[in-house]
């Protein structure tokens, strides 16, 4: 496994929360920055008026040890009003909420790509608990897309299980995934990939009703929990998922991409007594006969 194929992982590190030491020395004035995915989930920079180089040297200030980031990839500076973002001439490029970008103002909130891995830019003020916070945050959310991450919708679907039998009712899953990911990868570069499942999961998401839980649970698998649902009306809004992903305009750098899905639907009925992980088994089945069908399909 690749560094940089750490940003499928659900949280399987250890991340100290002890930053008074740190935290309590920085000038409420100060900003911070927070690695939100790679081996060094976790990790916070506090900034000032001093430059702080991002890269894969040791002798960065912020050393990101992952195959997408250059030895001197991307430097933040403070220009007398904000702290600006500065790419170095790095080979997979630095972008700022997903635009790539040359140099760039950072405001409060704002994503930083640094190749495949993304951090946060939090700006002066309470910088401790907004650490805190987005700490609590990535437990919850993928920070690539901002969805559920796998471990979060895992328990979700277990959650659903158990209370079904307290209280029978049906419990339907979507499971989708990107058809032909890979050549996007390929033929435009990783950045571009990601640029591409952060759409999806926009459209996705506007496409969404109350009660559901919509997680990424793999490197371009997605999921969609639906309590309360029979199986017809989730075939249904998963064709709704399948036709608006395929109508819809991928950009990346003014470049249309053709993007579609293909997706599998199964249900666990109310007086069933089946697990989380076959329900979820027979709806990747539903997914890889989608698959096997042509693509851009629904499989229920």
């Given amino acids: ?31 911070l920055l927070i690695v939100l995915s790679g081996p060094r989930l976790g990790t916070r920079s506090v900034l000032g008026e001093k430059p702080v180089e991002i890269g894969r040297s040791p ?22 009003q904000a702290h600006q973002l500065l790419d170095l001439g790095s080979t997979n490029g630095t972008f700022l909420n997903g635009d790539k970008v040359k140099d760039g103002v950072l405001k409060d909130g ?34 690539l897309t901002g969805v559920c991450n796998k471990r979060h919708f895992e328990e979700s679907l277990k959650l659903a299980v158990n209370n079904a039998k307290a209280a029978p009712k049906p419990i339907s899953l979507i499971v989708f995934d990107l058809d032909h990911f890979k050549r ?30 919509f997680g990424r649970v793999g490197g371009e698998e997605f999921a969609v929990l639906w309590e309360g649902m029979r ?50 088994e027979r709806a990747d089945a539903r997914l890889y006969a989608a698959k096997a069908g042509g693509r851009n399909r629904v499989c229920s």
């Fill in 59 to 80: 002798a960065c200030h912020l050393q990101l040890d992952a195959d997408s980031v250059s030895r001197r990839h991307a430097r933040i500076e403070w220009n007398g």
């Fill in 231 to 280: 199986l017809e009306a989730a075939a249904a809004h998963a064709e709704q998922i399948r036709f608006k992903v395929a109508n819809h305009a991928f950009r990346v750098e003014r470049t249309v991409l053709p993007v579609t899905v293909s997706l599998g639907v199964a249900e666990r009925s109310a007086h069933s007594d089946e697990s989380p992980e076959s329900l979820y």
């Fill in 110 to 143: 704002d994503r930083v790509g640094i190749g495949k891995l993304q951090l946060k830019y939090v700006a002066g003020g309470n910088i401790e608990g907004a650490y805190h916070e987005e700490i609590q945050r990535l437990m919850r959310f993928d920070p």
């Fill in 1 to 31: 496994m690749s560094d940089d194929e750490y940003l499928e992982s659900t949280l399987e590190v250890t991340i100290s929360r002890d930053m008074r030491s740190v935290l309590n020395n920085a000038p409420q004035e100060q900003a």
């Fill in 184 to 213: 996007i990868n390929d033929a435009h570069g990783h950045p571009a990939g990601d640029q591409v499942l952060c759409e999806l999961a926009k459209v996705v998401k506007q496409a969404s009703v109350p009660d559901q839980v």
